[in-house]
């Protein structure tokens, strides 16, 4: 049986969170709140921070004696979700992991499509466990990420712009021009599967590249040419680490340099973390970039993403109609309930 997060689980999924798989690792390594307290903020799921927990109580008919539970976290201003941890271990309990794994995924994709959520992300590592139970579960992989870390900024090399070009801090009026960025350096089919192709009625706002970080913890550094933003990096900083992304193309290494070394410059100035970075295959000559940092080279994440099936409610023309009764039918008071979404 599944059922919704109540306060007075909270001491049940603090010894779940204990054997928990993170589901998010931008989240696990820069070390937010943990799915305790994201599930004491919002009693209600979906509601308030817009976390939704969802606990699964042993079912002894299926001979699964383990409890379990996962959470999700709505993206804000957009129709998405992440999930963000899950549990049983499959490591631990690998039979009894994938029926719960998928009974608990099932059930949060409902749930999310019954709130207007379309997408749902997971980013695991490549070699997790728990990938095969995500894919049978309907969770498409999308891109592959290879995690860069660097333990301590010490000295950064002085990088300057080009003549004419200018580094500064992300504004507002950046918005299209960095989508304009973003469009013009990845792959069609990533920009569909993140859901970034935009339509005439959904322009990008400052948030557009966002997940789920507090506002007052990311930075936005771009560099300009003519009006033309060239290349970004964006910052997101927390309580264990801090994530840079990074946006550019092949031929803007120098730019690419410059919002790094800008980067690292604004990062140096907070308490001392670790800070991550993630390049994808289509930024691989990024990879240089950041050895020469001092970043070293770790391992592989897995990007996923499921889309929900809404429903459609169209208002039907009303024609007038004599009510006859016909012979077998079940009376409308009692006609069968419709079938559950899959």
């Not at 490549?126 to 095969?132: H, T, V």
């Not at 350096?185 to 339509?199: D, F, K, N, S």
């Not at 997101?236 to 290494?253: C, E, F, Q, V």
């Not at 691989?284 to 770790?298: A, C, K, T």
């Amino acid at each position: 049986m599944i059922k919704p997060f109540r306060l007075r689980d909270s001491l049940r999924l603090q010894r779940l969170v204990r054997h928990s798989i993170p589901l998010q690792w931008e989240r696990h390594l820069t070390g937010s709140h943990s799915p305790l307290w994201a599930a004491v903020g919002a009693p209600v799921a979906w509601h308030g921070t817009g976390a939704a927990t969802y606990l699964y109580h042993p079912d002894e008919k299926l001979g699964l004696p383990l409890h379990g539970f996962v959470q999700a976290l709505k993206r804000p201003t957009r129709p998405e979700a992440d999930i963000m941890a899950i549990a049983p271990n499959p490591d631990v309990h690998p039979r009894a992991s994938a029926v719960i794994w998928q009974k608990l995924l099932n059930y949060v994709v409902y749930a999310a499509g019954e709130q207007g959520i379309q997408r749902l992300y997971i980013c695991v590592s490549s070699e997790a466990a728990g990938l095969p139970i995500l894919t049978s579960s309907g969770f498409a992989p999308y891109i592959q990420e290879t995690i860069f870390r660097l333990e301590q900024i010490d000295e950064i090399p002085t990088v300057s712009p080009a003549k004419g070009a200018v580094v500064r801090s992300q504004r507002e009026i950046d918005s299209f021009g960095l989508h304009r960025l973003y469009t013009r350096t990845t792959p069609a089919l990533i920009q569909q599967a993140e859901g970034r192709l935009l339509m005439n009625d959904n322009p990008p706002s400052l948030l557009h590249l966002r997940t789920w970080w507090p506002l007052e913890q990311t930075e936005g550094i771009v560099y300009e040419v003519q009006n033309d933003i060239i290349a970004a990096a964006h910052i997101t900083r927390g309580n264990r680490g801090h994530w840079l992304r990074l946006y550019g193309t092949s031929d803007s290494i120098l730019a690419v340099a410059c919002v790094l070394h800008h980067a690292l410059h604004i990062l140096k100035q907070y308490p001392h973390r670790p800070v991550y970075c993630t390049l994808r295959p289509y930024q691989s000559s990024f990879g240089p970039l950041l050895q020469d940092m001092g970043f070293s080279e770790g391992f592989t994440l897995t990007r996923l993403v499921k889309h929900t099936t809404l429903q459609n409610r169209q208002a039907q023309p009303v024609t007038e109609m004599k009510e006859v009764p016909i012979s077998g039918l079940i009376p409308s008071e009692y006609s069968l309930p419709g079938s559950q979404k899959q």
